[in-house]
């Protein structure tokens, strides 16, 4: 991540590779601190896909989140969506990230787990995503009994994270399908 600041009213995020390595997480969290400590009058900030070659789930998640706590402080996110690679257009297209970003693109059923950005505390609706969306695709093979038991777990992290994070903008997920698993990665 590379955050421009030499127009200081009009930063430009270049958004690079985000993949599982513990070295992208920390670009995130070192991106979300320099974003935190931006004034008020230099958070319309212009978003480019050029240099990225590769947007797992966890940072569309993170992104996410990033960008509505931009407009939470009252700044703007421009989205040039030019710079997006067909790929990685095809699977936030697919996820519902587009589409919550203002992108005239609906969402579709594939191999995403839908983008999402909770507000509040609704059991319902995050059991039936997690039951439906996350569990229920079919992806593993599971007993109802399994099912229900993985989602209350995550039930638990979700209602931790709105309890525990004191989130103006509330929590962030998705998902995406592996084409392979490796227990000895």
């Not at 989205?79 to 589409?99: E, H, S, Y």
Request: glycine share 8%; hydrophobic share 40%; with cysteine.
């Amino acid at each position: 991540m590379l955050l421009k600041t030499k127009n200081q009213s009009n930063p430009i995020l270049f958004v690079t590779k985000i993949d599982d390595n513990p070295h992208h997480f920390n670009k995130l969290f070192k991106l979300r601190d320099e974003i935190e400590q931006l004034p008020q009058d230099c958070l319309n900030i212009k978003v480019d896909f050029h240099y990225c070659e590769f947007l797992g789930h966890y940072g569309v998640a993170f992104l996410g989140g990033l960008f509505r706590l931009i407009e939470a402080r009252g700044g703007s996110v421009a989205f040039d969506w030019n710079t997006v690679p067909d790929k990685i257009r095809m699977n936030l297209a697919q996820n519902g990230f587009l589409c919550d970003f203002g992108f005239d693109r609906k969402p579709w059923d594939g191999n995403s787990i839908p983008y999402r950005n909770d507000l509040h505390q609704d059991f319902n609706a995050i059991a039936d995503y997690l039951k439906y969306n996350w569990l229920g695709k079919d992806w593993v093979n599971i007993s109802p009994r399994l099912q229900d038991a993985i989602t209350g777990r995550v039930l638990e992290i979700y209602f931790n994270a709105f309890d525990h994070s004191q989130s103006a903008v509330g929590v962030f997920s998705c998902g995406q399908q592996c084409d392979s698993f490796n227990l000895n990665k």
